[in-house]
């Protein structure tokens, strides 16, 4: 019953996550990045169960700890990737310097 409650957990977890950030977004000054940061952190919870179960599920035996440990590198990768881009989204500029550059580059081009 307890190892279902910890799956149950961590989706109900990802889900929350990625819907609160998702309204939670237009108070940023960059919605777009925190919105899809919120997604990406919500995947990351789900992938802290569902990898390591299938890296564990499979019959290779002599390689199954170095999945496992990859299956947690890439879930632990996918979480904090998503965390720093909501803290970026919600404490930097509402402009950046790229963003500027790159519509100074449109203009003179005259593309679309």
């Known amino acids: 019953m307890g190892i279902y409650l910890i799956f149950s957990g961590l989706t109900l ?63 632990a990768s996918a979480i904090g990737a998503g965390l720093q881009a909501m803290a970026r989204a919600a404490t930097g500029q509402a402009e950046s310097a790229v963003d500027h550059a790159l519509d100074s580059i449109i203009q003179q081009n005259d593309l679309p």
């Open 13 to 75: 977890g990802g889900i929350l996550l990625a819907v609160f950030g998702g309204r939670y977004a237009e108070r940023t000054r960059k919605p777009r990045t925190f919105r899809s940061g919120a997604i990406i952190a919500g995947v990351g919870l789900t992938l802290l169960w569902v990898l390591p179960l299938g890296a564990l599920a499979l019959k290779a035996r002599e390689w199954s700890f170095f999945l496992f440990v990859g299956a947690l590198f890439v879930a």
